[in-house]
């Protein structure tokens, strides 16, 4: 891969809790998500620290919020908790999750025109 964008944004993704009384992820997490796990990424998938990729169908969640804040918008439109921050559920109603956007201070890619 050869990256040759800087993004405007990074993310970070931390679960926060389950829906359900759970004391960890056994049974209720199919991808082991835990109270407390972080993931990174500015355009691509995120990841944690061990290198290991967010759940698939909560990135279907995600990808549109993250886009939405990449085209200037305003989570807080979306019910987010600020203009940079909102607070989902994973697909199967098992997982709370945070997503925090932070400007990176770079050129918009489509206004700064990078794909001509």
């Known amino acids: 891969m050869k990256k040759w964008y800087d993004e405007e944004y990074a993310f970070t993704i931390e679960v926060l809790g389950y829906l359900r009384e759970a004391d960890g992820p056994e049974r209720l997490c199919r991808n082991g998500e835990e109270i407390g796990d972080h993931y990174h990424c500015t355009y691509g998938c995120p990841v944690n620290a061990q290198g290991q990729g967010i759940c698939s169908k909560t990135m279907l969640l995600l990808f549109p919020l993250m886009e939405a804040i990449r085209a200037g918008g305003d989570l807080e439109n979306l019910g987010g908790d600020s203009p940079t921050t ?18 990176l201070g770079n050129e918009n890619f489509f206004k700064g025109r990078f794909y001509e």
């Open 86 to 103: 909102k607070t989902v559920v994973c697909p199967d109603g098992c997982v709370l999750f945070r997503l925090t956007a932070a400007p």
